[in-house]
């Protein structure tokens, strides 16, 4: 066993003698991409056909594609770093970009993934109400999505509120009534729900245009539909960007005519529970995704129109671009082609 032992010894040492060359050189490269920059490097990302995604009980077929456009976002390891300064297409942005002062990326992520709750819900409300079939809110989840820094408090991103003072409330609405009932330098209870586990927090109140606690909220909601509906999204897709395209993906699968005629229609938006398209970011990447997957149609919010144009002719694109602001303007739109 012994002789054994000497003898792989040996044999590994001959063998590092002999390749410590190539066996340097893949420890550099795994070092280039292992150690990570305070960057990401934003890419043309590509589309998100709803079809597999959306899902309605009993739904109408659609014949073409409707596809949720996406930016593609590369951590900013060394190598990827240096293809930015030589590809055109590619943007280095500071990570600090990417997110609000006084939190972390890993909590604008977590963040975003609440905002991307949000906005299924919001599609599926908008949707449903445009259509004309059943929806009803049950309930309402209010999350901490961000949080002043001239706040008092030991509140967290994400933190889930389910009282205050030990009051329970249906809505925002009630929430702020419960704060703005507290006097300037009032400390504040709060219930939340932490990593599944409830916990009682404190917020001071201070003037900001009023009582406040300097928190932002994100909601999400609980409904009762029918016909039955759901969307999937997978662990690494997050934002709100995807609101239009499944708001006219639902529509079209509950809806007997379908606006899609065949063709591949791609887009972009926010949306709100009254159908109202908001404007983006990273609307450069998400057309040329939409082109790469040969689209007939790119949708965009009215804010990013212009912008969107303008990449359009300064890449010779032949993608038809149309501006829209509500979600019932976009089915019109589309009736139209």
Known sequence: MKEKIEYIKNKTIQFIKEEYKSLLLLLTIFLLFYIELPYKVYTPGGIVDLKSRVKVENGYPTSGVLGMSYVSLVRGSIPYVLLSKLIPDWDLVPEEDLKYDNETLKERMAADKIATQESIDHAIFASYALAGKEVQIESENIFVTYIDERATTDLKVLDQVLEIDSQTFKNTKELKSLVEKHQIGD???????????????????????????????????NYEENPKASIEMKQSESGPSGGLMMAL?????????????????VGTGTIDRDGNVGEIGGVKYKLMGAVKNKADIFLVPKGNYEEAIEIKKQKNYEIKIIEVSTLKEAIEKLKEE
Do not use: C, Q, W
Not at 202 to 216: E, N, R
């Open 187 to 221: 400390e504040v209870d709060i219930l939340v729900k932490r990593n599944n586990k409830e916990e009682h927090k404190k917020a001071k109140v201070f003037d900001l245009d009023g009582p406040k606690i300097g928190i932002a909220m994100t909601l999400t909601y």
């Open 249 to 265: 993906s639902l529509y079209n699968s509950l809806v007997e005519e379908d606006i899609t005629k065949g063709k591949t229609i």
